[in-house]
């Protein structure tokens, strides 16, 4: 165990992070490995933003840490495909709404931990969704939303993803600033999420991950 990569992650020590990832990689510890200490290190992250003891910068600053140390292990994209062993998760913006801070965020977070994200982009019409869903058969699908008056796209998107005989292996989940618990129930959402944090939770829950 490198109880010390792990540490650093959780204490945001960029330096050490990367430093301790380039000492492993020397000492030809196998790249799955040195990638399960920085998810335990993320999950680490993840419960002091839960008890409030970081907040969304911190958060942000964990994903760019992980990158960084996940961009040393060579080539990256396979170091990524290695860490991408929680699930396929489909994420956009729905039509009519071109905010993309949060979901850019959720993506980055949910990457991070282990989730292999296909960001869709923004202004997202239904027939995208259901496309990305059939191609990539994803676990999850998130849906963002900053606009009160862009609920009913969702719930028309849901409604037609259901229809086309998608929803029954997928949750869904909604988020964005406006979003709450009644919007989730009109919309016929499976979950919403206040934070990017909380997406990882509640897909990492749906999927019986510890
Ligand atoms: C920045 C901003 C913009 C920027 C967007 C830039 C961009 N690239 O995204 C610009 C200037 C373009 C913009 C435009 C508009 N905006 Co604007 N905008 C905002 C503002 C100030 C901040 C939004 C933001 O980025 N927050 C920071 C992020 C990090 O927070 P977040 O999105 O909530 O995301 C977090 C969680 O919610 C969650 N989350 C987010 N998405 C998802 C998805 C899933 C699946 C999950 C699980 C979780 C999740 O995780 C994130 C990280 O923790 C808000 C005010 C506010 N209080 O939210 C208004 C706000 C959303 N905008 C508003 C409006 C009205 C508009 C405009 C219609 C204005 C106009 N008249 O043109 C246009 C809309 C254009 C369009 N068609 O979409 C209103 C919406 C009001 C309403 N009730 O609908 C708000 C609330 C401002 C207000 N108080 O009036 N806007």
Wanted: contains cysteine; glycine residues 6%.
């Amino acid at each position: 165990m490198s109880k010390k990569l792990i540490e650093a992650l959780v204490n945001l020590d960029e330096d050490s992070v990367l430093k301790e990832v380039k000492e492993l990689k020397e000492k030809k510890v196998e790249t799955p490995d040195i990638i399960a200490f920085l998810q335990e290190g993320m999950a680490g992250v993840g419960k002091k933003y839960e008890s409030e003891e970081y907040f969304l910068s911190e958060l942000i600053m964990s994903a760019d840490i992980f990158k960084m140390a996940t961009a040393i292990l060579g080539e990256s994209a396979k170091a990524a495909e290695y860490a991408r062993k929680n699930g396929t998760f489909v994420l956009g913006t729905i039509y009519d709404d071109i905010h993309d801070i949060g979901k850019n965020i959720v993506a980055s977070i949910m990457s991070a931990n282990g989730f292999d994200v296909v960001d869709i982009g923004i202004d997202v019409p239904t027939a995208k969704f259901i496309e990305a869903i059939k191609l990539h058969k994803p676990q999850i699908v998130g849906i963002s939303c900053l606009l009160t008056t862009a609920f009913d796209n969702i719930k028309e998107a849901i409604a037609s993803i259901e229809k086309a005989g998608l929803r029954k292996d997928i949750k869904i989940l909604i988020g964005g600033g406006t979003v709450d618990a009644s919007t989730c129930k009109y919309v016929n959402a499976d979950a919403f999420c206040k934070s990017a944090q909380e997406a990882v939770d509640v897909s990492k829950n749906y999927l019986k991950i510890a």
